[in-house]
C-alpha cells in the first residue's frame, strides 16, 4: 500500500479503535446478566471504564475530522465545496438516524413509537456538523484563529454550564425537540453537552493543520496531549474545588461532584497521545478501511443488535441473559460479523445500491396500477366532498 505521508492515518486508527470498543460496548452492556456487573471486580470496573471513553473519543474525531477537511480546503466561505458536503452529511446522519429507529410494523399499523423521536449518535454528531458549519461562516472572514478559538470557548462553556442544564427538561420545547437537549425522555446522546467534544476535536485539528509540517510537531503534541489529559485526569476535579472555595461560586463545586466531562476529555487526549506514538504503525490497509467505515458498520450493529425495521435483534431475545464467557466470545464474534459486512459493503457499495434501487422500481412498477386507481378514487372522493361543501362548482 502506497503511504500518503500528508495523511493523518492514526486519526483513522482511533476511529476504527473507537468503533471497535462501541460494538464489544453495546454488546456486553446489552446481553451480560446484571448479576455479573459488580464495580468491584477488577475486570469489569476496567472494561466500564475504558468503555465511557468510547463516545467522547469519537465525538472528537469527528469533529476532528471535519474541521480538518473544512479549514484545509483554501476556499474561504461558502464557496467552499466542504460547507455543501458537510451540510448535506450533517443532514444524512439525521435522517439515517431517524430511520434506524422506524419499527415497521408499527407503521403498518399506523403508529410511529416514541421511541423513533429519541436521540442517539448519529442526530448529535450531525447536528453537530451543522453547528461547526455554522460556526465557520460566521468567522470566516476574520482571522483564521478566530474559528478555533470561538470552538474551543463553546466546548469549554458547555463543559463548565453543565451542572445547570444536566437536568431541565426542555418542557418548553416540542418533545421531539427537547430530545435534542435532554435525556428526561430516554435520549441516549444530546447536544449539549457532546457538541462540546466535537468543538474541541475541531480546535485541535486546526493545531494539527497550522503545525504538522515542523520537524518538532509530532513529539510536542504527544508530550502535551499526554501531559495535559493526565492533569485533566488526576487534578481537573481538586482545581474546581479550589476555585469554588476560592471564589464561593457553587458552580465548581457542582463540576468537582460530577467531573465526568473534563476527566473524558483527558482521556481523549491520552488516547491521542497513544496513536501518535505508535502512528508508524498504524498504516495497515485493513485498520485505515474499518477506520473510513464507522457509519456501515455503526448502522449494520444497530440492525443486527436492537433490530431495527423489524424490532427483531440479538437484544430481544438474549438481553441482559448471557455469562461472562458467553457475552466476551460473542462479542468478538459480533466485532468480526459487523466488520466483514461493511468491509463488503463499502468494496461493493455500487453494485449492492443499483441493485436495491433495481427491486424498488421494480416493486414501485408492481403496484404503480393499484396506485394510479387509488389515486383516483381518492381525487374523485375528494371533489364530491369539496362539492358537498361548497368549496369548489359543479
Known amino acids: 500500500m502506497n503511504i500518503d505521508k500528508k495523511r493523518l492515518y492514526f486519526i483513522d486508527a482511533i476511529r476504527a479503535w473507537a468503533i471497535l470498543m462501541m460494538l464489544q460496548g453495546h454488546f456486553i452492556d446489552g446481553l451480560l446478566d446484571p448479576i455479573f456487573r459488580d464495580d468491584t471486580n477488577l475486570f469489569y470496573s476496567v472494561w466500564k471504564y475504558f468503555r465511557g471513553i468510547t463516545a467522547p473519543v469519537f465525538f472528537t474525531v469527528s469533529g476532528f475530522i471535519f474541521t480538518f477537511l473544512l479549514i484545509k480546503n483554501p476556499i474561504k466561505g461558502l464557496n467552499n465545496p466542504r460547507v455543501k458536503k458537510g451540510i448535506t452529511r450533517g443532514l444524512q446522519l439525521i435522517g439515517i438516524g431517524y430511520l434506524l429507529r422506524i419499527n415497521l410494523l408499527g407503521l403498518l399499523h399506523g403508529e410511529i413509537y416514541d421511541a423513533f423521536y429519541l436521540v442517539d449518535v448519529l442526530h448529535c454528531i450531525g447536528v453537530s456538523l451543522l453547528g461547526i458549519i455554522t460556526i465557520y461562516i460566521l468567522t470566516c472572514k476574520q482571522k483564521n484563529y478566530v474559528f478555533p478559538t470561538v470552538?474551543?470557548?463553546i466546548g469549554v462553556t458547555l463543559f463548565i454550564f453543565e451542572p445547570l442544564y444536566e437536568k431541565?427538561?426542555?418542557?418548553?420545547?416540542?418533545?421531539?425537540?427537547?430530545?435534542?437537549f435532554a435525556k428526561s425522555s430516554g435520549s441516549v446522546f444530546t447536544?449539549?453537552?457532546?457538541?462540546?467534544?466535537?468543538?474541541?476535536?475541531?480546535?485541535?485539528?486546526?493545531?494539527?493543520?497550522?503545525?504538522?509540517?515542523?520537524?518538532?510537531?509530532?513529539?510536542?503534541s504527544i508530550i502535551g496531549s499526554l501531559a495535559i489529559g493526565l492533569v485533566l485526569i488526576f487534578f481537573s476535579s481538586d482545581l474546581f474545588m479550589s476555585l469554588s472555595k476560592t471564589s464561593n461560586i457553587s458552580l465548581f463545586a457542582s463540576i468537582y461532584y460530577n467531573n465526568y466531562l473534563f476527566i473524558r476529555f483527558g482521556d481523549v487526549l491520552v488516547v491521542f497521545a497513544v496513536f501518535m506514538t505508535i502512528r508508524q504503525l498504524l498504516t495497515n490497509k485493513t485498520i485505515i478501511k474499518l477506520g473510513?467505515?464507522?457509519?456501515?458498520i455503526y448502522i449494520i450493529h444497530f440492525i443486527i443488535l436492537y433490530g431495527s425495521f423489524t424490532g427483531v435483534g440479538l437484544y430481544r431475545f438474549l438481553n441482559h441473559s448471557l455469562s461472562p464467557t458467553l457475552v466476551i466470545v460473542g462479542a468478538a464474534v459480533f466485532?468480526?460479523?459487523?466488520?466483514?459486512?461493511?468491509?463488503?459493503?463499502?468494496?461493493?457499495?455500487?453494485?449492492?445500491?443499483?441493485?436495491?434501487?433495481?427491486?424498488?422500481?421494480?416493486?414501485?412498477?408492481?403496484?404503480?396500477?393499484?396506485?394510479?386507481l387509488l389515486l383516483k378514487v381518492i381525487?374523485?372522493?375528494?371533489?364530491?366532498?369539496?362539492?358537498?361543501?361548497?368549496?369548489?362548482?359543479?
Open 151 to 153: 470552538l474551543g470557548l
Open 168 to 180: 431541565s427538561s426542555f418542557s418548553f420545547l416540542p418533545q421531539a425537540m427537547a430530545n435534542y
Open 191 to 220: 447536544i449539549i453537552p457532546w457538541f462540546g467534544y466535537t468543538a474541541l476535536g475541531g480546535t485541535i485539528s486546526f493545531l494539527f493543520k497550522k503545525y504538522k509540517e515542523k520537524d518538532f510537531f509530532y513529539p510536542v
Open 292 to 296: 473510513q467505515s464507522t457509519l456501515s
Open 335 to 372: 466485532m468480526v460479523v459487523c466488520s466483514t459486512l461493511a468491509l463488503f459493503y463499502e468494496k461493493h457499495k455500487q453494485v449492492i445500491i443499483r441493485k436495491i434501487t433495481e427491486v424498488i422500481a421494480e416493486k414501485i412498477r408492481a403496484i404503480e396500477p393499484g396506485l394510479l
Open 379 to 394: 381525487k374523485s372522493f375528494s371533489n364530491k366532498i369539496l362539492k358537498f361543501l361548497g368549496a369548489v362548482k359543479n
